[in-house]
Nanobody, 121 residues
């Protein structure tokens, strides 16, 4: 069984920063791409950031470029999302997603439970 557990969400003022973490645990052979999604109330879930297995390539949504940074620590099976210069419109539930191979099976997509980020005065 594989679990993804996010942490680091909370309430922050506009212009502030938060760092989200997502740790994968369980019977893991390999972790490939890792991603952060977010879903605001009444809106569809959107892809925020992706990082490849080696951490050498990352992509960010245009709405967060220059403000957010995605990184990973493969020794800890953890992906991070550093969020700076937060805006009201960044308020959402943030979800971690990863493509994970267990033993010799094909990689499957796993999701975390989500962590709330609220940007407010």
């Amino acid at each position: 069984q594989v679990q993804l557990v996010e942490s680091g969400g909370g309430l922050v003022q506009p212009g502030g920063s938060l760092r989200l973490s997502c740790a994968a645990s369980g019977s893991i052979r390999s972790i490939y791409d890792m991603r952060w999604y977010r879903q605001a109330p009444g809106k569809q879930r959107e892809l925020v950031a992706t990082i490849t297995r080696g951490g050498d390539s990352a992509n960010l949504a245009d709405s967060v470029k220059g403000r957010f940074t995605i990184s990973r620590d493969n020794a800890k099976n953890t992906v991070y999302l550093q969020m700076d210069s937060l805006k009201f419109e960044d308020t959402a539930v943030y979800y971690c997603n990863a493509d994970i191979r267990q033993r010799l099976s094909a990689p499957l997509s796993y999701w975390g439970q989500g962590t709330q980020v609220t940007v407010s005065e």
